[in-house]
């Protein structure tokens, strides 16, 4: 599976964005796939995750109500849409997918087996 981040750009506080992250492969729509975050400085964060079936999601307790994931199996496809962007969003943004991984372990990024090359997000003040 290789994975390609898309969405990231410059936008004001209070703005929206959303992310997508395209995948080749036939059995993308099984894979679990995760958004991480990495700030200039700071270790690599989660962010949210879909999970295949049942279609569960998962998110960082800061980031609930703000941050939505959502996938388009048609389209190979996993979005994520950020509102009420703030300047601490500012990161690089990485998707990535696990073909198989339990409910508990959906934030930890070493669970994943393949990593997008990132879209940078920059929230100005």
């Known amino acids: 599976v290789q994975l390609q981040a898309f969405g990231g750009g410059l936008v004001q506080a209070g703005g929206f964005l959303r992310l997508s992250c395209v995948a080749s492969g036939r059995t993308f729509s099984t894979y679990t796939v995760g958004w991480f975050r990495q700030a200039p400085g700071k270790e690599r964060e989660f962010v949210a995750s879909i999970r295949r079936n049942p279609v569960t999601t998962s998110y960082a307790d800061s980031l609930k109500g703000r941050f939505t994931i959502s996938r388009d199996n048609a389209k190979n496809t996993v979005y994520l849409s950020m509102t009420g962007l703030k300047p601490e969003d500012t990161a690089v943004y990485y998707c990535?997918?696990?073909?198989?991984?339990?409910?508990?372990?959906?934030?930890?990024?070493?669970?994943?087996?393949?990593w997008g090359q990132g879209t940078l997000v920059t929230v100005s003040s």
């Open positions: 990535a997918a696990a073909a198989r991984i339990i409910m508990s372990a959906m934030s930890l990024g070493g669970q994943y087996d393949y």
